[in-house]
């Protein structure tokens, strides 16, 4: 499975729900799937998803579900520290980790090689971390939402893209749309 | 420990609602961040890097909570693509108070190199700036708070080595 089965098969899940997705073909391949007002969808600063998402955890009590990728997450990787030490357990975040960089055309990331995102988030003090395949992703997704607790999901599939479209969206319509549901879900 | 004129910027950090606050810590921001950090109405969340604190305001802020980052003026050259596609690109209203290193008074020679772009950065940037030279500025504190709500835009307030140490 690739990243888009794992979006396919998750997109259920989302609907209706506070997404952060990340920068670039996640978020196109999301759009095209799923489009929904309480999407937040990144344009620019790869890295900030998981940061963005906490941020809008640690204000509001919705349940919040940052998409985020392995590449992404070792450009800001000390995020995993903020996350940890800031605990707000209606925050889920989902690394797809497919070993590369998806969106620059598949070059391989240290992820796939001897760095374990796992063991990093766990060695950050991130307490609910889970590693699972793409089959079992929407599961442990479930299982996350329910549980009620902060979690780490780090979700290994193969790397690879499908053809999809850039979004032809304005960036402050998506800001407002998103922060019109956070408001509309907390009423 | 904290002079009245950290006391007056947290009143007017208060006063105009502010209640998410990240920060990378400077010597001359240490009695700010000290009171913010104990104020209950405040989430003060440490970043480790001004990028990630700046996603996470802008987080807070969608959530519905305006937000601010503390930080040194050297954070702009960690911060600029960030600024640039996300604060600006989404309209993030962000007041970012920043310790002016690097001007008269300064005793670290290095800081000088940062703040001689401090502020034509900010001008190619298009982001409006105040610089606080004198204790007394810290009373324009909450009119530039509301202008960067009003405009939602970045804003920088740059708190030089003169205003530190005329603060009493």
């Known amino acids: 499975m690739i990243r888009y089965d794992i979006l396919k098969t998750i997109a259920p899940i989302l609907k209706e729900r506070l997404v952060v997705c990340n920068i670039g073909s996640p978020s196109q391949e999301l759009y095209q799937l799923l489009d929904q007002p309480s999407n937040f969808y990144m344009f620019g600063t790869m890295g900030l998803c998981s940061s963005i998402g906490l941020g ?74 889970v590693e699972c395949s793409a089959e079992e992703t929407a599961a442990e997704l479930e299982k996350a939402l329910s549980s009620g607790k902060m979690t780490i999901i780090i979700s290994k599939c193969q790397p690879g893209n499908v053809n999809v479209s850039v979004i032809d969206d304005d960036p402050v319509n998506i800001a407002s749309r998103f922060s019109n549901s956070i408001k509309e879900l907390n009423s | 420990m904290p002079t009245p004129t950290d006391k007056a910027i947290l009143d007017s950090l208060v006063r105009n609602k502010i209640g998410f606050i990240t920060s990378v810590p400077c010597k001359q921001l240490a009695g700010v961040i000290e009171l913010v950090d104990n104020h209950e109405e405040i989430y003060h969340i440490p970043s480790n890097k ?104 970045p804003i920088a307030i740059l708190a030089d080595a003169s205003f530190w140490s005329s603060a009493s």
């Open chain 1, 56 to 129: 809008v955890a640690l204000v509001q009590d919705q349940p919040v579900i940052a998409i985020d990728g392995d590449g992404s997450v070792l450009t800001n990787l000390a995020t995993l520290s903020t996350i940890a030490n800031n605990p707000a357990d209606n925050f889920i975040l989902l690394i797809v980790d497919n070993g590369s960089y998806g969106s620059t055309g598949d070059q391989p990331t240290y992820a796939g090689m001897a760095t374990s995102l796992t063991e990093v988030a766990r060695a950050c003090g991130c307490r609910n971390v």
């Open chain 2, 50 to 153: 001004e990028d990630e604190g700046m996603g996470l305001c802008t987080g807070a802020y969608l959530g519905g909570t305006r937000s601010a980052i503390i930080m040194q003026n050297t954070a702009l050259g960690v911060a600029i693509n960030s600024l640039v596609t996300l604060i600006q690109y989404y309209h993030i209203p962000l007041p970012m108070l920043i310790s002016y290193r690097g001007e008269v008074g300064e005793k670290v020679a290095c800081q000088v190199e940062m703040a001689i772009h401090t502020k034509p950065l900010l001008q190619q940037l298009n982001i409006p700036y105040f610089h606080f030279t004198k204790a007394e500025q810290v009373n324009g504190l909450d009119g530039i708070l509301q202008h960067s709500q009003m405009c939602k835009k």
